[in-house]
């Protein structure tokens, strides 16, 4: 693939993907494009990796999941929520942050959590295909969302949302 | 009750906007062109390293235009203050034919 061909290839690709990013940081425009501008370009440099087994849009998730997990810190995020994790860590800049009624909704659950809903409602991904971005068991995933239904209807509930 | 479909729009209702698709573009594009040819790098340290220096670059020229647009906008304020605290006798007044097109 010629780096015109990846560009092409890029173009339509690029705003489901910050789209994810902006979800998984919380409106946050200048981190998520930030990762998002790190992601495209580690695939540009990695293609000859992909190997077609999975969808070139499924590989770049992978990628962009990945340098958000490098980001943020893996280990702290997979064992507590974001609201835990911002209130352990002071904030230092909340000036790109857009606090809608979606990261609210989202926020008592832990980053791949998030990223299973995200992923499932918004991007219309599989169950099967989530499990490759997320690196993860399907039967894992299912029970992510299991438990991401079960937070989101409660939180509906209470905002008397149908 | 709230359905499975009912978290659906609500997902979709309250989903992220993407904005400024067309700079953020020429922006990676910019950054794809400044890199190497993917085959002339074969080691993994290469390739991380290559792209820490290019956003590293990429993220200095933003703060730049961003401190730059500050600065203008603190020279307008200040302007703006300056020019309404001159008193007004200083400033010469049009003679009133100006006014009087007909």
Known sequence: ?162 | MVKDKDIKQFMLRHQPEVKNSGPFMKDVVRQINAMPIPAAMNQERQKEDCIRLVLEVSRRDLRAVRMAVGVIVVVAILSAITISMIPSDLIPSFPPYLFQFK
């Open chain 1, 1 to 162: 693939m010629t780096r015109e061909q990846f560009i092409a290839e890029i173009y339509t690709l690029q705003e489901p993907l910050r789209r994810f990013l902006l979800g998984m940081c919380h409106g946050d425009v200048f981190t998520a494009d930030d990762i998002a501008q790190e992601t495209l370009l580690k695939a540009y440099l990695h293609y000859d990796t992909f190997q077609g087994r999975s969808s070139f849009s499924t590989w770049l998730f992978r990628i962009g999941y990945g340098c958000f997990c490098d980001h943020i810190g893996k280990r702290i995020l997979d064992t507590e929520s974001i609201t835990e994790r911002e209130n352990r860590i002071p904030a230092d800049d909340d000036s790109g942050k857009d606090y809608n009624e979606l990261y609210a909704a989202i926020d008592g659950l832990t980053s791949s959590e998030k990223a299973t809903v995200l992923l499932f409602y918004i991007e219309d991904y599989s169950t099967k295909e989530i499990a490759e971005i997320l690196g993860m068991a399907s039967v894992t995933v299912r029970s992510h969302l299991h438990r991401a239904r079960r937070h989101l209807k409660k939180i509906l509930e209470q905002n008397g949302e149908r």
